[in-house]
């Protein structure tokens, strides 16, 4: 069974089901989904953070921000972000809430933001689940659109047995499967346990959780190139010169553009990961050979993203051999690679044309320079003296400086959050072309 590429936002609410959720993400994961989970301060009681982070590969959001660095969570950026919003165990509590509108923590909000379909495993005592309060609640949820898979009937905490047991992981697992990769036109209304009034048009025409459009991105179609990684100058057959980039910062960026419609060209360098199958990922060593292949594929683009550490410098003269040691010092001539930033900003007319500048002195300075020199739309500068910035790390904290001389900074937050701002950037400009 596949999700892959997949956006799964699990939310998940303070039941004693909630251990559940725990193999329901692996499952996705192994799916192919990427998943992200959202719990309330009560689930926490129940299921740790750790072990949900562990699962889902991504940091868990429970507040509306970090009181530690102020880092924002926005449930509005969560809710574009989704394919399908699961709420899986879902309370009376929740589900009560849902129905009014309620509104007071970060998976409510986030429901209420969701532009993708919202799927409900509800978990309870059996009296809870059979009341009438409960009954209303489901029946006005559904008539919003969102999707229940209905409870089992089985062994409760309660000691008691009746209807109310959440569904099994591997049985969501396969109702999501069917909601969201439909093997025919009109299958969805078949999904094992699906119950909702208007389920297929969830799916078929992307109506929200409130029963609007889907709201489209600026982005969607649009032709992007993002260059990420390190490049890879040889000294000889066996050595060469490289940098730290892990290139995470790039493809979170790919990967956000793709998820919001784009369509994405990933100039990739040396890195240890993998762009989902939807990104076009084209693969180099050389600041040469990324240099040909950005200025290739930004001849027919409509922007580019250059995340990538290429480097400045490289041997005039590689060796064929490996070099043998021998003397005290050995002397390296090197040679100025082409400037690929540069040659886009040249060439780029009215495209959009974003840059990145690692700096550990006189950042801002040697930002606005960088800015003007290369021709850049906005750049986002980030500095090696900042904690969890720069590379290899899961974080990172920038300053994004536009062209109009606009310097905006930002909390350190998790790469993907962080992709998500530059990308809403983007989105700003594409919307003043539109406007023009």
């Known amino acids: 069974m596949s999700l892959s590429g997949k956006h799964i936002l699990l939310g998940v609410t303070g039941s004693i089901a909630a251990f559940k959720a725990a193999t329901l993400a692996r499952l996705l994961v192994r799916a192919g989904a990427k998943v992200r989970v959202v719990m309330t301060p009560l689930a926490k009681e129940f299921i740790t953070p750790l072990t949900m982070a562990t699962l889902s590969r991504n940091p868990i959001l429970v507040e509306f921000f970090d009181p530690e660095n102020g880092a924002w969570n926005s449930h509005v950026s969560l809710g574009e972000w989704a394919d399908c919003y699961l709420i899986a165990p879902a309370t009376a509590n929740t589900l009560a809430k849902m129905a009014c509108g309620v509104a007071d923590n970060l998976l409510l909000t986030t429901y209420l933001s969701a532009c993708a379909p919202v799927v409900v495993a509800p978990a309870m005592d059996l009296d809870m689940y059979a009341h009438a309060a409960t009954q209303r609640n489901l029946t006005a949820l559904r008539a919003d659109g969102v999707l229940v898979v209905e409870p089992s009937e089985g062994e409760l905490a309660s000691g008691l047995t009746g209807k109310g047991r959440m569904a099994e992981p591997e049985e969501i697992l396969t109702f999501l499967a069917e909601v969201l990769c439909p093997p025919a036109a009109g299958a969805v209304g078949s999904v094992p346990g699906a119950t909702g009034v208007g389920a297929a048009g969830v799916v078929g025409v992307g109506v929200g959780a409130a029963g609007g459009e889907k709201k489209k991105s600026k982005l969607s179609g649009r032709k992007i190139v993002v260059t990420a990684g390190a490049t890879i100058e040889a000294i000889d057959p066996v050595r060469y010169i490289s940098n730290h980039s892990s290139g995470k910062m790039g493809y979170a960026i790919a ?147 536009d062209r109009f001389g606009n310097v905006v900074p930002y909390p350190l937050a998790p790469k993907s959050e962080v992709a998500r701002v530059i990308v809403d950037r983007m989105e700003e400009f594409f919307g003043q072309e539109a406007e023009l």
Not at 278 to 304: K, P, W
Not at 321 to 343: C, F, N, P, R, Y
């Open 255 to 401: 990967e956000e553009l793709a998820a919001r419609g784009a369509e994405v060209t990933l100039v990739s360098g040396r890195t240890a990961l993998t762009a989902s199958p939807t990104i076009r990922n084209v693969s180099v060593s050389s600041a040469q050979e990324m240099y040909d292949a950005a200025v290739e594929h930004f001849t027919n683009a409509d922007g580019a993203v250059m995340a990538a550490a290429v480097a400045d410098y490289a041997p005039a003269s590689p060796a064929a051999e490996k070099i043998k040691k021998s003397g005290g010092v050995m002397t390296l001539e090197l040679h100025k690679t082409k400037d690929i930033a540069a040659e886009l900003g040249r060439i780029k007319g009215e495209r959009l044309l974003v840059g990145f500048a690692l700096e550990t002195e006189n950042e801002q300075a040697n930002a606005e320079e960088k800015l003007r020199r290369k021709g850049f739309d906005f750049i986002v500068l980030n500095s090696l003296k900042d904690k969890g910035a720069g590379f290899g790390t899961e974080t990172n904290r920038i300053t994004i400086l």
